[in-house]
């Protein structure tokens, strides 16, 4: 994964801010993930148009004091892509 | 006067997450296994459009997010449109169950304007033979096909759902190669529980152990296959419960995380619940805060108090659940039962009992009764 990848969640999932369960859950046919805060925080930043250096800029921002943060999001973007989450956008 | 009973707000804090809208039990196939109860002729007061509508509604706010509409067959309502549409509004993630008869790319582009996340169509067999004998209708299975590349092209993540019994699972390697075909994300190989009409005709659907096992051998070498030529597409084998050690966790415990309405109204805590020997809540009658929290119905299962022994001192009591109450029910004429899936049941042997029948039966197996409206008369008691 290098930093210029634009990743979207996977066709036809949908992420959702959920106030009953005060979380950010995925949900897809017939299943949801319920996500932490920060799955939330990352998942909600892929429009299709970041990519993965944009989302590490934006949560930057709004966590200046979060160590570790890139690692961190690399690390669960790999993870959800390996979940089958995500999918890397194709070319245009 | 006797104690109040606790409610589910004392045993446990959760909301429902899941909303099955059965919209219909009308249904142009005739399945031997469909799991709808088998008087379900003497059930044809629908729920109305509005009435659908405030059901969601109160199922949204009370945290539901996952919806199926199923049925029978839901695309026999000519408001489901309608009602997916209101559905993604409220923020209900929409699933639609069919057996894709009813569709045609009208509708597909209706549901999908409409606002319709998924669409599961279901397959009867690998070939259209199998299909027409199964299905009770000899033209469903090229309808299907066709409905489901159509599907797949408006850009639906495309699930299919296979049930698999004696007569289909041995082609179970033609199903898989078909639904490859399709071009389907994901295939629910689903073995036949034996539920409402399936129970009735468990002699003629339930496999034998020699077949099972060749069907998990294939599903093996299928999913080594699809992950050589990277072909993601998923395969879910569903385990038929006879051939299991232990029980499910039926539903994720009983009044737990799902609510199944009926056509009629009826809330059920799940779509084979019917068959219970117990009166259900209507819609029309209560809001569904009060069924889901505080009727005798959903709180009767709750929680560990009713457990009967060996499961009221078993460690595995939090991960089944003491198993499903429609199988115990089924098969021991007592809801409350261990259900006998269960090795440690002390009535086990009437599973042992069905599975060497299945050992004995030619692959014929027994006949089979079609599900449909006449034969579905002779179990109305009205
Ligand atoms: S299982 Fe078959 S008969 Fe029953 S509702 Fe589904 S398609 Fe209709
Ligand atoms: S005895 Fe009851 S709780 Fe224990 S494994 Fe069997 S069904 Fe589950």
């Given at each position: 994964m290098n930093d210029a990848s634009v990743y979207t969640l996977r066709p036809g999932w949908r992420l959702q801010w959920e106030q009953a369960q005060e979380r950010h859950v995925l949900l897809y046919p017939e299943g949801m993930v319920q996500l932490n805060a920060s799955a939330g925080a990352v998942l909600e930043?892929?429009?299709?148009?970041?990519d993965v250096g944009a989302v590490i800029a934006a949560l930057r921002e709004r966590?200046?004091?979060?160590?570790?943060l890139e690692d961190d999001v690399r690390e669960f973007l790999a993870e959800a892509l390996a979940q089958g989450w995500i999918r890397e956008r194709e070319a245009p | 006067m006797s104690a109040p009973q606790p409610t589910h707000r004392d045993l446990s804090a959760g909301a429902p997450l899941w909303l099955l809208a059965e919209?219909?039990?009308?249904?142009p196939l005739q399945c031997p296994?469909?799991?709808?109860?088998?008087?379900?002729?003497?059930?044809?007061?629908e729920l109305t459009t509005a009435e659908w509508v405030e059901t969601m509604r109160q199922a949204r706010a009370m945290g539901a997010v996952q919806l199926g509409f199923s049925g029978?067959?839901?695309?026999?309502?000519?408001d489901l449109e309608t009602l997916v549409a209101e559905a993604r509004q409220l923020g209900f993630y929409t699933n639609l169950i069919t057996?894709?008869?009813?569709?045609d790319e009208a509708r597909i582009t209706a549901l999908r304007d409409a606002g319709l996340d998924h669409i599961q169509i279901s397959l009867q067999?690998?070939?259209?033979e199998v299909a027409a004998a199964v299905a009770g209708?000899?033209?469903a299975h090229a309808r299907k096909l066709a409905m489901a590349r159509a599907v797949k092209a408006a850009g639906y993540p495309m699930v299919l759902n296979v049930v698999l019994h004696r007569h289909n699972i041995d082609d179970l390697d033609a199903i898989i190669a078909l639904c490859d075909d399709l071009g389907a994300d994901a295939v629910e190989l689903a073995n036949c529980q034996m539920y409402g009409w399936a129970q009735l005709n468990r002699a003629g659907l339930l496999p034998s152990r020699a077949q099972l096992e060749a069907a998990e051998a294939t599903t093996a070498r299928w999913r080594e296959r699809l992950a050589a030529r990277g072909r993601d597409m998923r395969l879910l084998f569903v385990v038929p419960d006879y051939y299991a050690e232990r029980p499910k966790a039926c539903m994720g415990g009983w009044g737990a995380i799902f609510m199944t309405v009926a056509p009629d109204g009826a809330v059920l805590p799940?779509?084979?619940?019917?068959?219970?020997?117990m009166t259900f809540p209507n819609v029309r009658d209560q809001s569904l805060a009060a069924i889901w929290y505080d009727s005798d119905a959903f709180n009767r299962?709750?929680?560990?108090?009713w457990m009967p022994r060996p499961c009221r001192d078993c460690d595995e009591r939090h991960q089944?659940?003491?198993?499903?109450r429609c199988q115990a029910y089924l098969l021991?004429?007592?809801?409350?039962?261990?259900?006998?899936?269960?090795?440690?049941?002390?009535?086990?042997a009437l599973i042992e009992d069905a599975r060497e029948e299945a050992e004995r039966?030619?692959?014929?197996?027994g006949e089979l009764v079609m599900r449909n409206r006449r034969e579905s008369q002779v179990f109305c008691r009205e």
């Open positions: 930043l892929l429009d299709g148009e970041r966590f200046p004091e979060g160590e570790g | 919209l219909t039990y009308r249904c296994y469909c799991s709808n109860p088998l008087d379900f002729a003497a059930h044809r007061n029978g067959e839901p695309l026999v309502r000519d057996s894709a008869l009813g569709l067999a690998g070939d259209a209708s000899p033209k799940c779509h084979s619940a019917r068959e219970l020997p299962f709750r929680g560990e108090a089944d659940y003491g198993g499903c021991t004429g007592d809801p409350a039962a261990t259900d006998p899936v269960c090795a440690l049941s002390p009535q086990h039966a030619g692959r014929g197996g």
